[in-house]
Antibody
Framework: DVQLVESGGGLVQPGGSLRLSCGAS????????MQWVRQVPGQGLTWISG????????GYAESVKGRLTVSRDNANNTLYLEMTNLRVDDTAVYYC????????WGQGTMVAVSS | DIQMTQSPSSLSVSVGDRVTITCQAS??????LNWYQQRPGQAPKVIVY???NLKTGVPSRFSGSGSGTDFTFTINSLQPEDIATYYC?????????FGQGTKLEI
């Protein structure tokens, strides 16, 4: 089965850092762009970052540029999101998503930024 | 950035209703549009891709149409399990952007 499983979320203070991971299985991971999408509880969906299959190209939403870094380890079928200088408004569920078609989603991991 | 204007934001529905949701892009996105269903506590899932193609396994009462800037999503004969929030999303240009969502309520 094609599956994405996020981990690494939790409670962090403003200004803190966190690294999210997304383990992929059931497909050839290196062949796909991968995305991160977040959702503030009770609100809509926001694309925040993407990375090409070989990791050489990345894209970011303006709201996270300079604070979040996407990367991947194709040998271990894992996608990462390094989050620094976190703000209260980064509080959200973070989803790992496959491809430009956004056809496979993980279950999400919750990040709460609060003092 | 491409703005996706989705309407309505909420809709009061009954089982058996025909439901129509619209999405307008601020510029031409060809057919690079997905429609998602999100039930409470669950991740979104694609229902329609490339504006009008039904994802495998999705019931035929769901459909999508449109190209360019104007898109429509339809549920014929709404079923209880269709109660959810629906989103459109363009994947023509970065940053990929979503509509605000349409919440269906009984």
């Amino acid at each position: 089965d094609v599956q994405l499983v996020e981990s690494g979320g939790g409670l962090v203070q403003p200004g803190g850092s966190l690294r999210l991971s997304c383990g992929a299985s059931g497909f050839t991971f290196r062949n796909f762009w991968m995305q991160w999408v977040r959702q503030v509880p009770g609100q809509g969906l926001t694309w925040i970052s993407g990375v090409s299959g070989d990791g050489s190209r990345t894209g970011y939403a303006e709201s996270v540029k300079g604070r979040l870094t996407v990367s991947r380890d194709n040998a271990n079928n894992t996608l990462y999101l390094e989050m620094t200088n976190l703000r209260v408004d980064d509080t959200a569920v973070y989803y790992c998503v496959r491809g430009f078609g956004f056809d496979v989603w993980g279950q999400g991991t919750m990040v709460a930024v609060s003092s | 950035d491409i703005q996706m204007t989705q309407s309505p934001s909420s809709l009061s529905v009954s089982v058996g209703d025909r439901v129509t949701i619209t999405c307008q892009a601020s510029q031409d996105i060809s057919n690079y549009l997905n429609w998602y269903q999100q039930r409470p506590g669950q991740a979104p899932k694609v229902i329609v891709y490339d504006a009008s193609n039904l994802k495998t396994g999705v019931p035929s009462r769901f459909s999508g149409s449109g190209s360019g800037t104007d898109f429509t999503f339809t549920i014929n004969s709404l079923q209880p399990e269709d109660i959810a929030t629906y989103y459109c999303q363009q994947y023509d240009n970065l940053p990929f952007t979503f509509g605000q969502g349409t919440k269906l309520e009984i």
